[in-house]
């Protein structure tokens, strides 16, 4: 198991891990936005479109795959689209049609919604696969590099102290010869499962190739290495 992902630099990953960390600013912005384009709508009247921007805060929470949260925002969007379109010309919408515009746009934000939400779910598994090794399920070898290259990068940044071990399991060749390779796997996964238990949160573990394993201590204090 990956144990641990940091960056300070300010980058769209930053953005992303701010909204996951903090659903509060996540929803503030969403509605902020909402709010403002609602504006905008109503100024520009009823011949001049703006329904493209909506998408905006709509991905903003459908990106973290909550359908419930996703309706609730598009409830949000429906009405608020209405009353700028009501408001800013009368004229043109009577009950029937505010209604009528009402369901075709919650149906259209609807599928936008769905559709984004099952393609986050999609490159998550994606990414899943690419970055864990599937017979141990700890990080594989590109994703443990990755992770290291971080962990490294941070040194610059911070106080933290790095210990760094490459294992690998003696006689594994003949373990896999004499009692077969599902007996060898069964070992590999034992291995994986005490480095997971021995690693912190703060920790890195993963399988590097064959029967070798490498795991990175992370500490503030250079003693507890």
């Known amino acids: ?22 659903p509060v600013i996540l929803w503030g912005t969403a509605c902020a936005s909402v709010f403002v384009i609602a504006v905008a709508d109503y100024f520009t009247g009823a011949l001049v479109t703006l329904s493209a921007f909506y998408l905006g805060p709509l991905i903003l929470v459908a ?16 009405m608020s689209w209405a009353a700028a379109n009501y408001y800013s010309s009368p004229e043109y919408y009577s009950l029937g049609v505010i209604l009528w515009n009402a369901f075709v746009r919650w149906l259209h934000l609807t599928l936008s919604a769905e559709i984004l939400i099952l393609f986050r779910k999609s490159q998550d598994e994606l990414k899943l696969l690419a970055n864990i090794d599937t017979l141990t399920g ?17 040194l610059k940044l911070t106080d933290i102290y790095v ?7 003696d006689f594994f060749k003949k373990i896999n010869d004499e009692y077969g390779h599902p007996h060898g796997d069964f070992k590999l996964k034992q291995v994986a499962s005490v480095l997971v238990i021995t690693c912190s949160e703060r920790d890195l573990c993963g399988r590097l190739g064959g029967d070798e394993f490498g795991v990175v201590f992370v500490s503030s204090n250079p003693h507890s290495l």
Do not use: C, P
């Open 138 to 154: 700890i990080a594989n070898r590109r994703s443990f590099n990755t992770e290291l290259l971080n962990i490294l990068n941070d």
């Open 163 to 169: 210990t760094m071990a490459i294992i690998d399991v």
């Open 1 to 22: 198991m990956m144990k641990r992902s940091i960056s300070y630099w300010v980058n769209l990953g930053t953005v992303r891990r701010i909204f996951h960390q903090r």
């Open 63 to 78: 990106w973290r795959r909550s359908r419930t949260q996703a309706q609730l925002l598009i409830l949000l969007i429906v």
